[in-house]
C-alpha cells in the first residue's frame, strides 16, 4: 500500500511537470484514468488466476501462482528499470 502510494504521487507528479500549462487538466484526467483502468484490472485478473488454479488444485496454490505473477513482473520492472537508474547516475557526476 506504501509503495502503490509513492508510485501513484510520483507518476503524478512527473505528469503534471511534463505536461503543457494548458493541458494540465488532460493530462490529469488521462493520469486517472490510466489508474483507474490499471487497478481494476489488476484485481480482476488476480481474483481470475486465483479462482481458476483454486479450482484446480487447492485455495493455498491459487495464492501462490498470483503472488508468484507479481514477484516475477516486479522483478521484470526493475530488470527493466536499471538502465535507467545507471544513466541518471552518469548524467549525475558530470
Known amino acids: ?14 505528469t503534471m511537470q511534463n505536461a ?4 494540465c487538466g488532460l493530462a ?3 493520469w486517472g484514468a490510466v ?4 487497478a481494476g484490472l489488476a484485481i480482476a485478473l488476480g481474483g481470475i488466476i486465483r479462482d481458476v488454479v483454486a479450482a484446480k488444485t487447492s485455495v493455498l496454490n ?4 498470483v503472488y ?3 514477484i516475477v ?4 520492472t526493475i530488470w527493466a528499470m536499471y538502465p535507467l ?3 541518471r547516475r552518469k548524467l549525475q557526476v558530470i
Open 20 to 23: 503543457p500549462a494548458e493541458q
Open 28 to 30: 490529469l484526467g488521462a
Open 85 to 87: 537508474i545507471l544513466q
Open 35 to 38: 489508474q483507474a483502468s490499471a
Open 68 to 70: 508468484s505473477i507479481e
Open 62 to 65: 491459487g495464492y501462490v501462482s
Open 73 to 76: 513482473l516486479l522483478l521484470a
Open 1 to 14: 500500500g506504501f509503495g502503490g502510494g509513492l508510485f501513484g504521487h510520483g507518476t503524478l507528479t512527473a
